[in-house]
């Protein structure tokens, strides 16, 4: 039975080739007067694509200024130094360029700025909520997170250890160019742990317990599919600009919360382990919800047979006969089939990882912490469920 909803996804996406031309007149057509460009490492400048997005905004007459070096799992100090330097330079518009990490750090900094006598941490902490935000919009050049669309960022206290993630409509960002172009030179591994993020961003929507709608479920189903077949493609074939494309609007839509209108609002424990593993090891992301995904799916399965039934046969193609769960298991089988094909880790030996029960436990109490009281749809999960998950992974048992 389909629950309420609402769904809200005002972004407004600038799709194609040599679309990065048009970021100067979309962001003085948004009130833009003052600019902070948040970006990563060297290849927004190797690419060219940084001088390109400064030229655009010289012409249309408008300051700008930068911010360098966002690294994955973004730091909570460079969003420090960002309102730092936002507040001293009176920045009054967030432009992104990049991936997750820096539209991420992006936002992080508009909420800072925004309310620049609280500490931004204090909303991911989940002490307060915001009331105010300053407008943000991307470049993309990394498909993964969906954050180009998305309500939702994520920052790393690398004090704490912990990696947070706080949501809000106010930080949705205004417009995002999108050009596929800039992502074929991106490694391999990065490319296929973006398509991970990305089927997982509806996957955490897909395996409820709660309520699905038949019309949410076939545009699921019809999204992992090719999410499927166009990473296979990548994998092969990195400069292949269709495939390219396709993963590019899959992760948009798979996390402006189209794909789970009508459930309970998704489950979201295998993003909230790997947060935690992400925090400590700092592993990237993608990959890490690959080798944490194959141990929860089997811990949680019987208690959400139906759904992993339905995405076994509707999104994997298992024809095989059998009962639903031996028909489980074998798209879970089927999915790990999947991950290795595109050269993603199945469990944390692969991942390069191996905690020790200690830091299991810890790993386990704070993802606890930052759940809330939400712990899963297809399960509700306890602290000695966490732990079982996150030992399936490292031990290799099923």
Known sequence: MANNFEFYAPTRVIFGKGTEGRVGALAKEYGAKNILIVYGGKSAV????????????????LRHLELGGV??????????????????????????????????????????????????????????????????ASILTIAAAGSETSKGCVITNERTGEKRAYDDNLARPRFAVMNPE?????????????????????????????????????????LLRTVMKNA?????????????????????????????????????MSHKLEHE???????????????VWPSWARHVYKNALPRFVRYA???????????????????????????????MPVNFSELGIRPTDAQIEEMA?????ACGGHTGSAKRLSPEDMIAVYKAARDGSV
């Open 46 to 61: 190797r690419s060219g694509l940084l001088e390109l997005v400064k030229k655009a905004l010289e012409e249309e007459g």
């Open 313 to 343: 046969r509707n999104v994997l193609g298992v024809a095989a006969e059998g009962s639903d769960e031996e028909i489980a298991l074998l798209g879970i089988q089927e999915m790990e089939s999947f991950y290795h094909s595109v050269g």
């Open 365 to 369: 109490q704070r993802c606890l912490a």
């Open 182 to 222: 800039y992502t074929k030179t991106l490694p391999d591994y990065q490319t296929e742990s973006g398509c991970v993020d990305i089927m997982m961003h509806t996957m955490e929507r897909y395996f409820t317990g709660g309520g699905n709608m038949e019309l949410t479920d076939a545009i699921a189903e019809g």
């Open 71 to 136: 690294v994955p799992n973004p730091r909570l100090d460079k969003v420090y130094e960002g309102i730092a330097l936002g507040k001293r330079e009176k920045v009054d518009f967030l432009l992104a360029v990049g991936g997750g990490s820096a539209i991420d750090t992006a936002k992080a900094i508009a909420y800072g700025l925004a309310e620049p006598e609280k500490d931004v941490w204090d909303l991911f902490a989940h002490t307060r909520t915001a009331q105010n935000c300053l407008p943000v």
């Open 277 to 291: 593993m992400g925090g400590m090891f700092n592993v990237t992301h993608g990959a890490g919800l690959a080798a």
């Open 232 to 268: 296979r493609i990548l994998h092969q074939d990195p400069a292949n600009y269709e495939a390219r494309a396709e993963i590019m609007w899959a992760g948009s839509l798979a996390h402006n919360d189209l794909t789970g209108c009508g459930n309970d609002g998704g489950d979201f």
